[in-house]
């Protein structure tokens, strides 16, 4: 069984974000969508300071077999992205809810979290 | 034709799914993509040994008084070389020159011949012989009766020894390029594969291949995907047959001139383009071709360009992240002037250029 963490909230496309701090909102791809992609050798950043909406592919993925889009779960402004994957992805796999965070964004408009699944509401997505 | 919609399921179906393979479908087939993933796969055929399911490939029986002189002059390498139990790569061409299948064939006997072929080409291939077959050679399409286990890596002869020790009257493996029947010819073991590591091939009948697909793993053979597969010929420049190979290019161009001999009695279909293109020179190679940094891995049909060149010279026919060696390699049809090792080319991904350059082939050396 893959890790669904209470705490976050996770869009259809597979990207959790922490609502705590809206301001730096830390986003990474679920346990399940990390499992599902294997082995992550390549991982191309969004721009700090690009402006994105809800649903934009802002970030590439790849595992040796596919390339794979990271959606954008709410609009906002891209304020930091996690350079150490750059160079070495594999906390994707290995720690996704933690070392494996890509972006982190200043969410635009709250009411956009709410609308997110919560851990239950992924849970049955994906079971 | 085979129905897009809906693969045929492999007759290991079942052992895949209780392995957790992540399935594909493949010419026509649901076949394994991966289990742990295809670095671990990968790794463990370089370094010990992996276990395949081919049952996809498809397997011609030949025979018959003139099986050898008739199968000599529809592919390009000399069946008259080959002993009995002897097998070669070689080619099926168009009257172009065209590359219409590349398979194995072996001599099981005299005028007695085994082709084994590529699953999307299985009809094409049965339909362009059978058509030129004549009377007194029988021709059979046995694919539906058997499948296929490729067990590959340094540890294969290990693996084999653990399997055949395991109850039951079995053969050692045959020698290189070799094949053996066994129990009247429902298992065949072939030393051959395309990773390029040793190992072999064996193929049974649907209603035996998953017991020796499970004897395989107790032996230590590691199950492996269709994306190891892929990883692992693309390293060694194996070409894949329609990505690599297509109607539209040569052997001479693919780089398999070798396996094409344009002085065998009799000729073949397709050896006076072939025997042309040796005198004038062909206008483009099949060339191996890295990243020279770090960069997304190259993939089929990505654009290759000269450096700050306007207009794409090929687009790639294979390419992926090399497990081994850690950086992005492909193949592509370069023309001849910028096909040499050490050209500078540039490999466009996502609307940006990466610098890449011509190697030799093949990207990984030989154990031996």
New interface residues.
Partial sequence: MSQIPDHLRYADSHEWIDPSSPEAASVGISDHAQEEL??V??L?LPQVGATVSKGDAIA?I????A?NDIFAPVSGEIVEVNEALADDPAPVNSDPYGGGWIFKINVGDSGELDSLMDAEAYRGHVG | MSDESAPRPSPLAAEHEKLGARFAPFAGWNMPIQYAGILPEHRAVRESCGVFDISHMGQFFVEGPGATEWLNGLLTNDLAVLGDSEGQYTLILNEAGGVIDDLIAYRLGADRFLLVVNAARIEEDHEWLNARRPADVRFGDESDRFGGLAIQGPDAPGVWERMRSNGGEFPELPPRNGIVEVDGGHLILCRTGYTGEDGFELFATVETIAAWFRAALEAGATPCGLGARDTLRLEKCYPLNGADLDPGHTPIEAGLGFFCKLDKAGGFIGRDVLARQKEEGAPVKLAAIRLVDKGPPPRHDYPVFVPKGANPVASLTSGSLSPSLGYGIGMAYLPVEVAKPGTELEIEIRGRRFRAKVVKKPFHPSAS
């Fill in positions: 294997t082995d050798v390549y191309e590439v790849e595992s040796v077999k390339a």
